[in-house]
């Protein structure tokens, strides 16, 4: 399927500049973002990263206090002591036997395996490639424990983009979902984000990954009578554990 | 007035006005002339062409704006007691002769001398007190034309609120269309009547004796909601008022 | 999807406005979201609203201006990330091509995050026709799914359905347990419900609510987390898009990101914002193995044709026009008779259905621009109504006029009568004459003869005056100068 289905895509876009009354060609008026040379793209991100810098504290405030009003049970802690606690008290409240998170570095820094082991909470790690022998299967767990790449305090989101021993569904299949959110994960708003995104996808020669998932708080719907129900087809709990250390 | 040259303006009726609501052009050339402006009124203006355009029939109704544009040729500035005449003036004779040689000049030379009344007084005037009095509880309805294509949300209330004896209301739900929009009043006469019915009883709701617009068709709208429901309530225009002939 | 009734807008608005049960549901709930976005607006501060609505307006324009040259480099960046890019000129061509896919891709059960351009193109009955069976997610459409309806609104598919309507639905579907009543309990059955073909499906299929251009990214937003359901679990990924739906550069979201969710339920973001940017690559854990994009213009080059038009395309579907015009919240959305209804919907369901079958549209408006105040876009609806309702009258296109005979001989008797002043005043003396039976203290309670007695059905009418102005000018204020 690499010729593309129904009208060539020649034909269809030569009617669409004909439809226009346009010449070939680059717009008259060009996109100055686009034209951009991403030297001045890298020097934005290091402006941007300053002022994340600078304002680190207020930020981390901001974010917590976003995250809360978007649905989040928040937890800023000190280190990552007070976060186990924190997610013990969690687990203790939801008499939960399956645990399924990714394999990512946050969980060296603060590993939760044996805190859950030591809770009679089985866990499965996203294990690497094909190397699955301990199972892993979120649509069973009863919460999933992922890591962060970003997140942004204006709107009290957690981006996930995908990387080796992290899975789409951790995050999405558990009714329950923890995410560890470490300080200089946090940038201030959408701006900085998708900067950085794009910065990434030109420094990598034009990629920037598969997907990049935005995730505000419990899933929740409000189709019937617009009543709000929190917990539609993803997670119906939603905790996010800010690492300030 | 003294020592400033005299303004002088043009007054363009409306064609409603004229064959109905007489009374209403009777209050804007004494609201004017209370001002000091000195008013003529072309005696061969009949209609903008606005019916016409919003149906759709735009050839006749650059006829009839050509006719207009001739009457008005020569005045310093037009006066118009309606939103949404003002609003065909202003912005849609621009827009029906963009691309006339002929017509498309004087179309948007006229666009910039033409006023709705109440920008008129407030704005190029300066007044909001203009020595009227009204007794009573009157609530503004805005008409959509004057609020959303020449954006006046604040003329016409802060000439009400220079009324003497007049106590406005909030009108709830006021910015919301009453039902009229020309022939949309009886091309779908249910639907512009179940939103009349909505405007009506907000208006019922605020007590006032009066309801005041500035423009003809909305009145025309409401004031035949208002009587036929038997409410001792008023519609009038807020140039009646300003006119002293409410 | 039961086809196009645009035509059918009179009857079809009748039949609303006497439904007691839905004006009563009209009358309840049509505020709820023009509520929410005004707060959502205050919040971040009208000043900042305004400038984000400058800079989305601009960047479509921009965009649609040059819309060869962006969806040439979007088919480009898509291959780049490994995707594939389709090009479908109506919706038949369209259907083909998903059909093509799910046939080479042995599809058995596709699920689908919710997309307009599907139901625009009338997808499911198609795949339900080869075999496929197609699941709608949202729970919204879902329920209009089971219920086999249109979508009433284009962001609450099923607003218009009680709780007491879909405990019932979802009884005769053997959706749940029988006899739900609470809200909750229903939103529950339908999760369990669907889960199963979330995870077993073979196939997904999504809208795009923007397309990068620069990075070849479809990004989704959703409340409910179906879309990540879609995007994630089948092995084939095809999203649906209109052509129009293309914004330059990644960076250009911060801004639609903030637009969307506040116009369209006064949410600061949705709970899920989905970017895809191909299929999973090597190394990836997860993910489809294939990614395609079905790019559809089916008429909407008829609007980027006409320069006045055109910002018809600039539209991102959030639903704050139905939601303010006095009309839609007094006639709902099923009487529009197609895919889009509301303000937009008049001026867009002619343009891609085509003007013969959508003639009556772009008179249901009272043209007082609550749409176009509260448009994110700041899209001129209102005009854009005119200009159809000129097309319409005039036949410019599509050979000849679309206007009744005696609506032209109205036209042109009034035209004819407000060139001639002398015959004006002459007619005005007949008609006071003629209204003499009727006309009690200058009011007609009862017009004998249409248009007037479809007026004084609910309402009076003032009565010619006794004089008009100019006969007051001249008798009187004249002499005042």
């Known amino acids: ?245 | 007035m003294v020592g400033k040259a005299r303004i002088r303006a043009s007054l363009f009726v409306t064609c409603l006005v004229d064959q109905l609501f007489p009374r209403v052009g009777v209050g804007v050339v004494r609201a004017l002339r209370s001002q000091g402006v000195s008013v003529d009124f072309p005696p061969d203006q009949t209609c903008c062409g606005q019916p016409l355009f919003n149906s759709g029939f735009r050839k006749e109704a650059a006829a009839l704006a050509r006719r207009t544009l001739k009457s008005f040729a020569h005045s310093d500035r037009v006066v118009v007691p309606s939103g949404s005449c003002a609003s065909m003036m202003k912005v849609f004779y621009p827009d029906l002769f963009r691309d006339d040689p002929e017509w498309g000049p004087l179309a948007r030379d006229l666009s910039g001398r033409v006023h709705e009344f109440s920008q008129f007084m407030v704005n190029v005037l300066g007044v909001t007190d203009v020595g009227a009095a009204y007794e009573g509880r009157v609530a503004y309805h805005p008409s959509c034309h004057l609020l959303r294509e020449l954006g006046a949300v604040d003329e016409p209330v802060s000439l009400l609120n220079g009324v003497k004896g007049l106590e406005r209301v909030e009108l709830p739900e006021a910015g919301v269309c009453c039902g009229f929009g020309g022939g949309f009043s009886v091309k779908h006469a249910g639907i512009s009547e179940a939103m009349l019915k909505d405007k009506v009883d907000n208006v019922v709701g605020t007590g006032a004796r009066a309801v005041a617009s500035c423009d003809a068709g909305c009145l025309m709208q409401i004031g035949g909601g208002l009587s036929r429901r038997g409410a001792d309530v008023r519609a009038v225009h807020l140039a009646e008022i300003l006119g002293g002939v409410a | 999807m039961a086809g196009v009734k645009m035509r059918e807008f009179r009857r079809a608005s009748a039949r609303a406005l006497a439904d007691d049960k839905l004006q009563s549901f009209l009358g309840r709930s049509m505020g709820t979201f023009d509520g929410a976005r005004e707060e959502a607006i205050e919040e971040l501060s009208r000043q900042r609203w305004d400038e984000l609505r400058e800079r989305g307006r601009a960047i479509k324009r921009h965009t649609l201006d040059n819309l060869d040259y962006y969806l040439d480099m979007l088919c480009d960046r898509v291959s780049q990330n490994g995707g594939h890019t389709h090009f479908a000129k109506d919706s038949d061509e369209a259907r083909r091509i998903v059909g093509e896919i799910a046939r080479a891709r042995g599809a058995k059960l596709a699920i689908k995050s919710k997309s307009m351009v599907s139901e625009e193109m009338e997808l499911n009955p198609f795949l339900e026709s080869m075999g496929v069976e197609p699941v709608e997610t949202d729970l919204g459409e879902y329920i209009i799914q089971l219920a086999g309806e249109a979508p009433f609104h284009i962001i609450a598919p099923a607003m218009h359905k009680s709780k007491e309507d879909v405990g019932e639905l979802f009884e005769k579907k053997g959706i749940g347990l029988p006899n739900l009543k609470e809200i909750e309990a229903m939103a529950d059955a339908a999760r369990v419900a669907l889960r199963g073909k979330l995870i077993a499906a073979d196939m997904g299929i999504t809208g795009a609510n923007f397309m990068v251009a620069e990075t070849g990214t479809v990004a989704l937003v959703t409340n409910e987390g179906n879309g990540r359901f879609c995007t994630s679990v089948p092995r084939t990924l095809v999203s649906i898009a209109g052509m129009e739906k293309i914004v330059p550069c990644l960076e250009d979201l911060a801004v639609f990101m903030r637009l969307l969710p506040r116009a369209a339920t006064g949410q600061r973001i949705s709970s899920y914002v989905t970017h895809v940017s191909g299929p999973r690559r090597p190394g990836d854990e997860d993910g489809p193995e294939e990614f395609h994009l079905v790019i559809v213009d089916n008429g909407r080059s008829n609007l980027l044709e006409d320069p006045d038009l055109r910002e018809a395309l600039y539209c991102i579907r959030c639903g704050a026009c139905l939601n303010a015009c006095p009309v839609y919240r007094k006639v709902g959305g099923h009487a529009y008779g197609w895919v889009y209804p509301g303000p937009i919907g008049a001026v867009v369901s002619p343009a891609l259905a085509g003007l013969d079958k959508g003639k009556e549209l772009p008179y249901a408006s009272s043209l007082c621009g609550a749409c176009k105040d509260v448009c994110p876009i700041k899209i001129n609806i209102p005009h854009m109504l005119l200009k159809l309702r000129s097309s319409v009258a005039e036949g410019a296109e599509r050979g000849g006029t679309k206007a009744s005979l005696g609506e032209r001989l109205a036209v042109k008797g009034y035209g004819w009568l407000m060139s001639r002043p002398r015959a004006l005043s002459m007619a005005r003396r007949l008609g006071r004459w003629m209204q003499w039976p009727v006309a009690r203290r200058g009011l007609i309670r009862r017009a004998p003869v249409p248009p007037f007695s479809r007026w004084t059905r609910s309402r009076d009418l003032p009565a010619l005056a006794p004089r008009p102005f100019r006969d007051l000018w001249r008798r009187e204020l004249a002499e005042e100068e």
Do not use: K
């Open chain 1, 1 to 245: 399927m690499a010729q593309g289905l129904g009208t060539p895509r020649g034909e269809f876009i030569a009617s669409v500049r004909r439809r226009l009354g346009r010449r070939a060609g680059a717009p008259d008026s060009p996109y100055p973002a686009l034209g951009e040379e991403l030297a001045s793209l890298e020097e934005r991100g290091r402006q941007a990263m300053r002022r994340l810098q600078e304002g680190r504290g207020a930020l981390m405030a901001r974010m917590a206090a976003t995250a809360e009003l978007r649905g989040w049970r928040v937890c800023r802690a000190a280190n990552s002591e007070e976060a186990l606690d924190y997610l013990r008290e969690t687990i203790q409240g939801l008499s939960a036997r399956l645990a399924v998170r990714s394999h990512e570095e946050v969980f060296r820094e603060t590993p939760v395996d044996d805190l859950l082991a030591g809770m009679g909470v089985r866990v499965q790690v996203m294990a690497r490639g094909d190397d699955r022998e301990g199972g892993f299967d979120p649509a069973s767990a009863d919460v999933g424990i992922t890591g962060a790449d970003y997140a942004i305090a204006e709107t009290g989101t957690v981006v996930l983009v995908p990387r080796r021993g992290v899975s789409r569904l951790v995050s999405l299949l558990p009714p329950v979902h923890v995410a560890l959110v470490r300080g200089p994960e946090v940038v201030e708003g959408l701006d900085d984000l998708y900067l950085f995104r794009r910065l990434e996808y030109h420094r990598r020669g034009g990629d920037m990954g598969s997907y990049m998932n935005f995730v505000t708080g419990p899933s929740r719907t409000a189709d019937i009578e617009q009543t709000l129900v929190i917990g539609a087809h993803g997670p119906r709990e939603t905790h996010m554990i800010i690492l300030e250390g």
